[in-house]
């Protein structure tokens, strides 16, 4: 039976027009056929260990692409990955690596490590001159999608990666020159469960982390947005709509005032600025004036200084509209720490790109993909602390979004299984590459000093 609602005229909605879509698309055809990444200047390791390494890494495929689809088929939500931690402990266990569980404040995390020749009592002691590096994996799921944003493929490339150089140093010591740590890293979905870690000390004493994302491309680096969220509440008094509305303040006004008010302001914001805003409540009866309203928002930003002065700018907005629907209001940041835009490491991204051209791949610079669309991870905020990279490799064509079901479909295919390794041997070669080349090593920490160094995380937003 047809209802009124489905029969009235423009109940349907309309279509999205893909114009600005066909148009970037356009754009990055143009580029992607003109544009080259420069790679690296710097030596690395020996041809022969990169051969070694990449034999170790195609030895350790089959197991892990099992894993990798064993974490597809049972996907856990942020700070509850207590079966995928368990796997991939299982696995370094198997590799005769001790993995310690619940480390850094979280549950969920995992921290292993290995030393090769010249490591010393420990990373940052006055005998230890030897390069401490880290690789990270992430395998929380989205819920309703399972692995839409592809970490099951993130964990098999880290921990890949870190299992060949383990092979590497058991067989000859001197072929890492060095310490490296695996850290799995629950939470990023939504969360900022990197930065619970680095709270607990997870990132110190460390010169450099890597790790990958599954993407539609094949990226060197892509950008990244800082991340806040905020929620707003307005209290007003409730009173007769008709009777005696003059005695009321109206807190659904003020929302409303609110969500106009960062619509306008969007005009005025740099064009990868982004807000997002949602009104979760704002009263139960028409007949009554609501004394309650709330709106829940993300801020975004493409460096850290202009997300705090977005979040400034925000701000204002809500306490402005509480001023106009003369109601009260309390303004709350981050339930869950922000996230931080990435700083990429360019002496470092050269290595990967050089690594992934020997396993067949291009890495594109950044810019060929427009920096429109972006989207956040809390790497940002170890990129911040310590030098690092989080290029992302091609598993699904580029029409395919992340947080799908549809992506979640491409992270257990065919081209995510070749990704799987030529990720897991990219970060392997990349992190071999600093433990054999002082010279790199030099130039990834002069250019993140060069950048700014690291900064007060937790206190950047006081």
């Given at each position: ?343 990429t490491n360019e002496a470092l991204t050269g290595r990967w790109v050089q690594a992934q051209r020997q396993r067949g791949r291009d890495p594109l610079p950044h810019g060929v993909v427009s920096p429109s669309l972006a989207a956040s991870t809390d790497f940002g905020n170890v990129s911040y602390r310590v030098p690092g990279i989080h290029p992302v490799i091609r598993i699904a064509p580029p029409e395919v979004a992340l947080h799908t079901r549809e992506f979640a479909a491409w992270a257990v295919s065919e081209d995510a299984r ?45």
């Amino acid at each position: 039976m047809t209802t009124e609602s489905t029969a009235r005229p423009g109940a349907q909605h309309t279509e999205v027009s893909t114009a600005y879509l066909r148009q970037l698309d356009e754009e990055r055809e143009v580029a992607m056929r003109t544009s080259t990444h420069p790679g690296s200047t710097f030596d690395g390791a020996s041809p022969a260990l990169h051969d070694q390494l990449e034999a170790q890494v195609e030895a350790d495929a089959e197991e892990m692409v099992a894993l990798m689809l064993d974490l597809a088929e049972h996907p856990e939500v942020a700070f509850e990955e207590h079966r995928s931690a368990r796997a991939i402990a299982d696995v370094l266990a198997a590799h005769g690596i001790d993995a310690q569980a619940g480390v850094h404040g979280l549950d969920t995390a995992i921290r292993a490590e290995i030393s090769g020749a010249g490591a010393g009592a420990g990373a940052g002691s006055e005998d230890d001159d030897a390069p401490t590096l880290a690789i990270l994996s992430e395998y929380d799921a989205l819920p309703g999608v399972g692995h839409g944003c592809g970490h099951n493929v993130i964990a098999v490339m880290g921990l890949g990666a870190f299992l060949a150089l383990a092979a590497l140093a058991k067989a000859d010591p001197s072929a890492v020159p060095g310490r490296v740590v695996f850290l799995g890293t629950p939470a990023e979905e939504g969360h900022t469960g990197k930065e619970y870690m680095a709270r607990e000390g997870a990132f110190e004493g460390l010169d450099a982390v890597v790790m990958a994302h599954p993407y539609g491309y094949d990226l060197a680096d892509q950008t990244w947005l800082g991340r806040r969220t905020l929620t707003v509440e307005y209290h007003g008094h409730t009173a007769h709509a008709s009777a005696q509305p003059f005695m009321g303040r109206n807190a659904l006004d003020a929302a409303s005032l609110m969500y106009q008010g960062i619509g306008l302001m969007r005009q005025q914001t740099p064009p990868t600025d982004r807000i997002h805003a949602v009104i979760r409540e704002g009263g139960e009866r028409a007949s009554v004036v609501p004394d309650r309203a709330r709106l829940d928002l993300y801020v975004r930003s493409q460096r850290p200084e202009t997300l705090k002065d977005l979040s400034r700018r925000v701000e204002d907005v809500a306490r402005g509209a509480a001023l106009m629907a003369g109601v009260g209001v309390s303004v709350q940041w981050d339930e869950h720490p922000p996230s931080l835009p990435v700083r990429t490491n360019e002496a470092l991204t050269g290595r990967w790109v050089q690594a992934q051209r020997q396993r067949g791949r291009d890495p594109l610079p950044h810019g060929v993909v427009s920096p429109s669309l972006a989207a956040s991870t809390d790497f940002g905020n170890v990129s911040y602390r310590v030098p690092g990279i989080h290029p992302v490799i091609r598993i699904a064509p580029p029409e395919v979004a992340l947080h799908t079901r549809e992506f979640a479909a491409w992270a257990v295919s065919e081209d995510a299984r070749t990704a799987a390794a030529d990720g897991a041997y990219g970060l392997a070669a990349t992190v071999l590459d600093v433990l054999h080349d002082p010279a790199l090593a030099a130039a990834v920490a002069e250019e993140f000093e060069a950048a700014g160094g690291a900064i007060d995380v937790p206190g950047f937003f006081d």
